[in-house]
Each structure stands twice: as C-alpha cells, then as structure tokens.
C-alpha cells in the first residue's frame, strides 16, 4: 500500500522534502498558502526528476501522486509521515504544530525542518510531544543525504526509530544528535565558517570568491569524501591524529581567527579525539587512507572536470595548455597517451567495457579535429554522428595503465568517416581495437548532410594516405 506525507510548507526545503517522498514512490500532500507553490513546486520537481534518478543504476519506484491541500488539515489528515517546513519562527511552528495535532492521526511522527530550535522548544504545548522531533535536511533535499535527527528527552525510542526508518526508507543517512543544542552540529559548524567568511571580507582580506575558491578547490573536496577528522588524521602522518593534536594544538590559542573561545587541549580530551579517531579509521594504515583518498579527489574532480565546474574547470583549461597538436603522416596517427583513472574501472578491477568505448570515442574526436570538424566547426552547426562502432577486447587494462591510441582512416568520403584505433599500453601489448562509422550531420536538422569544401578536403585526404598502410585483418 502506497504511504503519504504531509510537507506543510513549500519553499526550497519543503519543496526538496517533497521531491525526495514522491520520487521514491509515496504519495504526498503538500500544504502551503503562497500563491505560487504549485509553480514552484513543478520547478524544484523538474529538477529533482532530472538529477535523484542519476544516482542510481536500476529504475527508481513509481512515482507518487502530488496533490496540494486547501489547508493543513486536509493535508496531515492521512498522513503516515508530517514535515514541517514553515518559516523559523517559534510562535508559526507552534500555531502549525496546533493545527495538525487537531487533524492528524495521533501516532504520525512530525519532524521538523528546523535548522536551530531545539524539539523540546518545539514541544511546548503540544497534546503529543513524543510525536515531534527534529529531522533537519540539506538543500538540495532530494540530493544530500544527511539529516540530523534530534530527540528531546520526551521522545521514546521507538518515535526515533520510525523517523530514522522512514528515512532510510527514502535512502537518507540519520544522524542521531544525542544531545539536544541550538543549531544541532552542522549548522554550528558552519557557523563558525561563515563567521569568520564575513569577517575576512569586512577586514578586506578576501572577496566572496576567493573564499569560495578557497574550499571548492582545496578542503572542500577533501571533506566532501573524508570528513575532517579523517582528513586531519592522515594530517598526522603515522602516528596519526594524536600526532596532528601534538603539532597544530597549539594553534589554537594564536590569534588566527575571530572565533577565540576553544577548549583546552587537555589530555582527556586528546585521548578521546584520538580514541574515536582510532576507531572510525584506525583499521586502514596512513598510506591506505592516502590511496583512498586520492582515490577519492580522482574521481570526484573528474566528475567535475564533465562538468566544467569547479576544480573540473581548472582541470579543463590546464588539459587544454598541455595538449599538443594532433600531427597527421602516412602512418597510424598517435592521437593521445593518457592513464587510465580509477573511476574507470569496474568491481573486477580493470577497465569497464563502457570505457573502451570512450576511448575510440576520444579518438574520434582526435581525428575531427584534424580534419577541422573541432569546437568552432560544432558551434556553427556541423558535427559527425558515430552510427556503428565495434569493439575487441583484447587484453585488461588496469587502473594506473599508460597507454597510447593509434588511429587511421579507412574510409573518407561525402557524408562518412571510417575510423579504425587500436589502444595500446606504453609497453606494446595491444589492449583492444574500435571501428567506427561516422556519419556528417547537421545539427539543426539533425540529419545527414555534406561537409564543408575544407572539411571534406582533409578528410579524403587522410584517407587517400592511409589507403597505403596494410588494411588491419579485422577491419570490415
């Protein structure tokens, strides 16, 4: 039977919650008075339609129905699950709370948004306060998988282990926040960050995006897979993090920042940092944790190198300064030499079969660009379609490999393009051959059409010198 949530509220967090409910197959009842909530809705649903289902490799559920609710009764009434995600006022969030209490089934949990009221001070006058409690999400709620769950003394154990497994249902990560403390434990932190941003800005020593370079080129991608006691532990070296507190704890006391008020550094707490440290990563030594975590940075910055983003973009912009002319000749053209990455290999260790694919698909586009069918030539309209390429697979490539491609072509005439690659690694084992047919279109139409003179010109005349070379045995 397919569950319901309310979201009662439905700005860019309760629109998220939102998103995150349907698109995992519940049905949701969404409640908010702004006149523009069905529109904003549709946008932030578009969105989450287009990036949530990328993330995995199967189908997600079908997707549930949205209704939007005259008020927040009609809303909760038949909800197994209520969100909260009014404005961060104490005094709305208790009118809320009143309302919903009237209407819904009295053993639905309600987790509010709430980035820093505590539950107990959400509680305050309630008729069910065991069913309340904070369940704290971050934009982009449909993507980010963390949420801070924080109970108050009030709530049973078993009202917290329906929320979390209601989450985990949605495929979140509950953080059970033991404690219950203004701002929970990741707006605290950020916090702290954002404080010392405005600061540096005002006293003029940094603009917005020298700070924001600051973390989305360097920290950020290191806490983005580790953490930060992760990230400091390998800080230490081998002895690690007892080592990295014995080195940088005294740090602390120097007029670095603005934020002046830190702990002791005694030996309790050093135990106990270095205890958990021990702990959570102790099971892997230094250098295993450095390999996982370039591991990591690898494929993470080449995911946004896809992009264009980022450190991607820097990524992007030095390949392009390093990268030397493809040189035409008689023979079979070299159109690159690269290592293979991490993130192309699959649970067998070597490279996936999808990768060889994106090799000759490299390739080709080597050999476009000789021919002068490069980025200007695309922007005015014109590209090649592959339309037929078959692969042989013929020995493992392995993360770490070098290897070097060697392409020529075999047909060059109107409308396709024959190319032919084999991929080598550096020491001459052949790894595998790709040919492929490629077909000029144009771009608007979307259909096959001539080249340019000047295109065609160099195409046929690649082709005419490649014509001399042995035709390769598995050719078509």
Known sequence: MTKTAAIIGGGVIGGGWAARFLLNGWNVMLYDPDPQAERKMAEVLANA?????????????????????????????????????????????????????????????????????????????????????????????????????????????????????????????????RAEIDAHIADRFLEAVWREALWLIKDGVATTQEIDDVIRYGFGLRWAQMGLFETYRIAGGEAGMRHFIEQFGPCLSWPWTKLMDVPELTDELIDQIADQSDAQSGSLSIRELERLRDNNLVAIMRALKGQNAAAGKLLNKHQAKMAAPVQAGAGPITVFRRIIPIDWTDYNGHMNESRYGQVFSDAADEIMKLVGADAEYIGSGMSYFTVDIRIRFLAEALAGDAVYVESRVLEGKGKKLRVYSEMFREDGTMLSSGEQLLIHVNLETRRACEPVDVVRDKVEALAAAHAALPRPEDAL
């Open 49 to 177: 339609r287009h990036a949530l289902p990328m993330l995995y490799d199967l189908a997600m559920p079908a997707e549930g129905t949205l209704l939007h609710a005259k008020t927040v009764a009609d809303a909760v009434r038949d909800a197994d699950f209520i969100v909260e995600s009014v404005p961060e006022r104490l005094d709305l969030k208790h009118k809320v709370y009143a309302q919903i209490e009237a209407a819904a089934k009295p053993e639905t949990i309600i987790g509010s948004s709430t980035s820093g009221f505590k539950p107990s001070e959400l509680q305050e006058g309630a008729l069910r306060p065991d069913r309340i409690l904070v369940t704290h999400p971050f934009n982009p709620v449909y993507l980010l998988p963390v949420i801070e769950v924080v109970p108050s003394p009030v709530n049973s154990d078993a009202s917290v282990e329906t929320a979390k497994a209601v989450l985990v249902s949605l495929g979140l990560h509950p953080l059970h926040v």
